[in-house]
């Protein structure tokens, strides 16, 4: 954890450096977190040339209503048509309900040397939190000793995310972007139910690794 917070600290520099400097400030939304069912807002201010902070918000009304259709998240990760995940004490769960909402903050160094520069690479860095929801039937596989019975729960989990993509001019008044972020919880992901888990703001992941993948296009607006 220390190790992050280092990381984190050193990467936000530019912003103690060249937060006298003002540019323009944006308001944008995640398009490719409407197919899971997640509606998301984010605000950006251009601090300097190098650096954009950002802070993005949304809430997640049920995943697993959406994940056969979130295409995005299948592309990265595998989505299998089973709701069913084991542990290693052979419990499933049968989900009902997998919601929640999430605060991330943070922002992108901007490859570039000066603000006329509109299109550009950026690397990203983002303190991320979700408070998630999870509804379930929950069977023990082996020995089978009881029928299938409904549990719920709803926690907090705190992460990191890391960013890279392109940002580019879209009109006068619009830009858009596209990232591939990873993420990594670091408190309470090993409470979520089985292995295979969705949190709001990090995406879907399957029941191998420990890194939440999600493909992010951004279409924001010049205030």
Request: charged fraction near 20%.
């Amino acid at each position: 954890m220390k190790k992050f917070l280092v990381i984190f600290s050193l990467f936000f520099s530019p912003v103690i450096i060249f937060s006298q400097v003002q540019k323009a400030k944006y308001l944008g939304v995640n398009i490719l977190q409407l197919p899971a069912l997640t509606i998301n807002s984010n605000y950006s201010r251009d601090l300097s040339p190098l650096f954009t902070a950002v802070v993005d918000a949304g809430y997640t009304i049920n995943y697993q209503k959406a994940i056969n259709i979130d295409l995005p998240g299948m592309l990265l990760t595998a989505h299998e048509k089973s709701d069913g995940n084991e542990k290693i004490e052979l419990i499933e769960y049968d989900y009902h309900n997998r919601a929640g909402v999430y605060l991330k903050a943070g922002g992108y160094l901007n490859l570039r040397k000066n603000i006329e520069r509109q299109n550009f690479l950026h690397l990203g860095l983002f303190s991320n939190t979700a408070l998630v929801y999870e509804k379930a039937d929950e069977k023990v596989m082996y020995p089978v000793t009881e029928e299938p019975y409904e549990v719920r729960h709803a926690l907090i989990v705190t992460g990191f995310s890391f960013a890279g993509g392109y940002e580019f001019v879209v009109s006068k008044r619009f830009k858009s972007q596209v990232d591939l972020q990873y993420s990594l919880p670091v408190i309470n992901q090993q409470k979520l139910y089985g292995f295979r888990n969705f949190i709001p703001g990090m995406g879907f992941k399957d029941n191998s690794g420990h890194w939440f993948p999600m493909l992010i296009w951004n279409l924001k607006y010049r205030l």
